[in-house]
């Protein structure tokens, strides 16, 4: 396996030892940083837009610029240049930290993320549990956000949010389970290399199809855990105004909203990752794109698939979202893992 | 044919096969009968202020009026008067008024509401609007206005010119007394509206919350109050009123809200409508209705699915066509003003094959597209699983109400005045009246669903006619005085089938070319008054959910 990618830029300067492991770290997780927030902060808004419209029947941007795409700038202008309105009696810091923490969990996700083409920061042995570790601190973020913003549906919102996220984080994190008990290994990078081998018809042994129930339920799992239709109901627009970002307006907004596309983005990578081979083509021994554009691509399916969904099904009750986490979700999730370990079990 | 009234068993006391028997009724009434008047639509009877209950439960067990349609309330020099118009469900042909008349002094009489529990917010409206007092009322309070409020608009004394002082202070917080009062229990108390996502417009709803569950519900309104009655009391009935009602409910169910006023005018004044007219009528109203129902239909869906969904572009996308139509015959799209008194206000639009080919090609898409929406709508599970046995409204707690419309229909209540008390040219044409036994949200969004059916048959039946029709023969308007002047002390109740149920208008003349009284009765208004018994105990997202299927517009509420 290649080096991670702040060796490679220590290396390139010619560095070493403590001051070159500084330099590369900095360098290089400001090149991912700014990466990720390039598709999530100017992509993201643009495509959701183009993306909803195509599903809703509309044409959407298309007078700012070549595409509407300078509909980013104007937008950006526009959020930027808002006040910033502070209610009367949130609770500081937590009212200004809730929107630091949303956005900055996301980022940290990224850190173990193979991208492919060696631009990985970072790969330890406990990289999937980090991730979702580090994916996980958004929940205090939105109990901050729910709870500081001293507005009954923001704290209607927050308790959702919690709520929701542990009723599907643990069967996300068990289904992931599944596949470290096929890969052997907790480490990105051990993930992605066990799904180059070759399953038959061409393919290769992507999780996703060794495992499709575990893919299904993972990313039915994961649109909770972004809070996407159906399971939006943390925001829940006509229901609870805005859930937990009801109070935040111009910047602390734009965290927001950053934190939220953060986050879809970093499920669609764990997802490319995991089950999709991460940065590589669904063909053994065909390599039409650089390993970065396949999960690019990747990442940009699993954003289109939430949109769609978005677009199409409806929202469920808080109860019912409640019920098929706990009654449905967890014992599937359970029921895969045991599959998983016994087969895996008899045939190793 | 479909439109055959279903035969009943036995007969109420003093219904006859030809109609009501007020003779018969004045017996069962007995002693609270102090008088009789004889209105355009019914006879009525006067009560005695302190007998208003025993003379309504009469007449609602014994005789079984058991709609009460609508209060008036009134002033004349020398008394107040409030008027019960009542009907059956069974045969809205069968009217009855109880008229009550109070002392200018003390206007004081029964509250109607132990009855008919649609009357509370009748007679608080009579109450905030004209100044009569219900005795024995739950809640009597203003309803439209704010509660400083100084005198009472419609009465005869008030004083136009009066400032209305409504201090920024009293209504900082108008809740903060509830808020702090409820700080050592467990509920919690949230305002929902006056501006929320889903509120429709401007609607108030004191919520409180018992966790996630609605413990108690009420509905504040009022926020859109134009003074729509007093407009139209200031108005000559020839020309100046008719552009109201398409501001009444102004979700493009414009045409419907006009004949409403249409119907009322021509049947007080004998006013004839030529046939040719009258089909003209029944078509653009029934375009009418589609355009209504599909964003009925468009705006429940952004109520249970979320802000992006793809279901309100579709019934959007949708509506346009037919409001193309519209503009087309009306050159308007929302206020089309079209209806005349006597007729409508010209022909169809030249060249007039072109126009029938936009009704045809619109009405050969409209299959494919229903089942579009039952494909994403109505068959989706997790769809079902928010609406089937959410929102649940029994029939008989709707009758009470006064509900009509799509969400009395979806109680499974038998229950329209274009069948039922037939008028336009809707006896000659063969459609059904949809009812679904559900009573719970899901019912109400398929009642309205094949609505839309039913109303591309009939519009289909239309057209053929109006292509069929002879050249020589296309009169457009009877012959109607240029000033309109209906007999003193004529007082009539008409009502249509509107886009939300049974839109009626009541008037009284005075011999002069304005109407003395115009009170309009608002099926929004009425059903509007269900939601509570809908939503307690039930979580938020099916309180907003009832309240999206109710279909409710704020403009028509408030009026």
Same mark, same amino acid.
């Given at each position: 396996m290649a080096s991670t990618l702040p060796d490679t830029i220590s290396s390139l300067f010619g560095l070493g030892g403590l001051v070159g492991d500084v330099v590369g770290s900095l360098v290089g997780a400001v090149l991912v940083g700014s990466l990720m927030l390039t598709m999530t902060a100017l992509a993201g808004p643009w495509a959701k837009r183009k993306i909803t419209a195509a599903f809703t029947d509309r044409i959407a941007v298309n007078r700012v610029g070549p595409f509407g795409l300078l509909i980013i700038v104007a937008d950006a202008v526009r959020l930027l240049s808002k006040e910033l309105i502070v209610p009367e009696d949130v609770d500081r810091p937590a009212w200004d930290l809730a929107p630091f923490v949303l956005a900055s969990s996301a980022l940290l996700g990224f850190a173990v993320i193979p991208m492919g083409n060696g631009i990985q920061l970072a790969d330890p042995e406990v990289g999937l549990a980090y991730v979702f570790a580090v994916a996980s601190i958004a929940s205090v973020g939105l109990v901050m956000a729910g709870y500081a913003s001293n507005n009954k549906f923001s704290l209607l919102g927050g308790l959702r949010a919690v709520a929701q996220n542990l009723a599907y984080e643990i069967p996300l994190v068990i289904t992931a389970a599944s596949v470290v008990i096929f890969a052997g290994t907790l480490q990105m990078s051990g993930i992605v290399e066990a799904q180059t081998a070759a399953l038959g018809f061409g393919l290769k042994s992507w999780y996703a199809f060794v495992n499709p129930f575990a893919f299904l339920l993972f990313l039915v799992a994961n649109l909770a855990e972004v809070g996407r239709n159906p399971f939006d109901t943390p925001e829940a627009p006509t229901e609870i105004v805005a859930g937990y970002q009801t109070e935040y307006s111009s910047v602390? $907004? %734009? &965290?927001?909203?950053? #934190?939220?596309?953060?986050?879809? $983005?970093?499920?669609?990578? +764990?997802?490319?990752?995991?089950?999709?081979?991460?940065?590589?083509?669904? $063909? %053994? #021994?065909?390599? +039409?794109?650089?390993? $970065?554009?396949?999960?690019?691509?990747? +990442?940009?399916? %699993?954003? &289109?698939?939430?949109?769609?969904?978005?677009?199409?099904?409806?929202? %469920?009750?808080?109860?019912?979202? +409640?019920e098929i986490g706990w009654k449905g979700m967890l014992v599937l999730s359970f029921a895969n893992l045991v599959l998983t370990a016994v087969i895996v079990g008899v045939i190793a | 044919m479909s439109l055959e009234d279903p035969s009943r068993p036995e007969l109420d006391i003093g219904e006859t096969a030809e109609g009501v028997d007020y003779d018969a009724l004045e017996a069962l009434l007995g002693d609270h009968v102090v008088g009789r008047e004889r209105h355009r639509n019914a006879e009525a009877f006067v009560v005695r202020p302190d007998e208003v209950q025993d003379a309504l439960f009469l007449l609602r067990d014994e005789a079984g009026f058991d709609h009460c349609s609508c209060v008036t309330a009134q002033e004349y020099e020398d008394r107040y008067e409030s008027i019960y118009h009542l009907r059956k469900y069974d045969d809205p042909t069968q009217e009855v008024g109880v008229v009550v008349p109070t002392a200018t002094d003390d206007p004081v009489s029964e509250s109607a509401e132990p009855v008919y529990r649609t009357a509370d917010w009748h007679e608080r409206e009579a109450y905030d609007l004209v100044g009569v007092d219900y005795d024995d009322h739950p809640q009597m309070e203003r309803i439209l206005l704010p509660e400083t409020w100084q005198g009472h608009p419609l009465s005869l004394d008030y004083d136009q010119e009066q400032p209305q002082v409504v201090t920024f202070s009293e209504h900082a917080n108008p809740l903060n007394e509830d808020q702090r009062a409820e700080a050592d229990s467990d509920t919690m108390f949230v305002n929902i509206g006056p501006h929320h996502p889903a509120t429709h417009g401007v609607l108030h709803l004191k919520t409180t919350l018992d966790g996630e569950q609605v413990a108690d519900v009420e509905s504040d309104i009022g926020y859109l109050h134009r003074c729509e009655e007093q407009i139209c009391q200031n108005g000559t009935y020839r020309h100046q009123i008719m552009p109201y009602p398409d501001r009444w409910d102004y979700i493009s169910a414009g045409i419907l809200n006009e004949w409403a006023y249409a119907r009322a005018a021509e049947d007080m004044a004998d006013i004839d409508v030529p046939e040719y007219a009258q089909v003209i009528r029944t078509m653009s109203a029934e375009l009418c209705r589609i355009a209504s129902h599909m964003l009925a239909l468009g705006t429940f869906a952004l109520d249970v699915y979320g802000d992006f969904t793809a279901i309100f572009m579709y019934a959007t996308r949708d509506r346009e066509v037919v409001q193309n139509i519209l503009e087309d015959l009306t050159g308007q799209r929302l206020m089309f003003n079209y209806l005349r008194l006597g007729g409508v206000a010209w022909d169809l639009p030249e060249p007039r094959e072109e126009f029938f080919e936009s009704i045809h090609d619109f009405l050969e898409d409209l299959p494919e597209k229903l089942e579009e929406y039952h494909d994403l709508v109505t068959s989706n599970e997790i769809f079902q699983m928010r609406c089937v046995d959410t929102g649940v409204l029994e029939p008989e707690i709707a009758k009470s109400y006064g509900a009509t419309g799509p969400v009395a229909r979806g109680s499974g209540i038998d229950y329209d005045l274009r069948r039922d008390d037939p008028y336009g040219y809707y006896d000659e044409l063969d459609w059904d009246v949809i009812t679904e036994e559900g009573c719970d949200n899901y019912a109400r969004v398929l009642v309205r669903l094949q609505e839309v059916e039913e109303s591309a048959k009939i519009i289909e039946q239309c057209v053929d006619l109006l292509a069929e029709w002879p050249e020589e023969d296309r009169t457009i308007q009877s012959n109607v005085p240029r000033t309109l002047k209906p007999d003193p002390d004529t007082e009539i109740y008409r =009502?249509?089938?509107?886009?939300?149920?049974?839109?009626?208008?009541?008037?009284?003349?005075?011999?002069?070319?304005?109407?003395?009284?115009?009170?309009?009765?608002?099926?929004?208004?009425?059903?509007?008054?269900? @939601?509570?018994?809908? =939503?307690?105990?039930?979580?938020?997202?099916? @309180?907003?959910?009832s309240l999206g299927s109710l279909d409710i517009v704020l403009g028509e509420v408030d009026r």
């Open positions: 602390y $907004f %734009v &965290l927001m909203y950053l #934190g939220e596309f953060l986050h879809i $983005f970093l499920g669609g990578a +764990i997802i490319a990752t995991v089950f999709l081979g991460g940065p590589t083509s669904p $063909f %053994v #021994g065909v390599e +039409i794109l650089p390993g $970065f554009l396949w999960f690019v691509v990747k +990442i940009w399916a %699993v954003f &289109l698939f939430t949109q769609w969904m978005r677009s199409a099904i409806p929202r %469920v009750r808080i109860d019912q979202l +409640i | =009502s249509v089938e509107g886009a939300k149920g049974e839109l009626g208008i009541y008037m009284r003349s005075d011999g002069t070319e304005k109407p003395a009284r115009f009170k309009i009765r608002s099926p929004c208004f009425s059903n509007l008054q269900t @939601l509570p018994e809908m =939503s307690q105990g039930e979580y938020i997202p099916d @309180l907003i959910a």
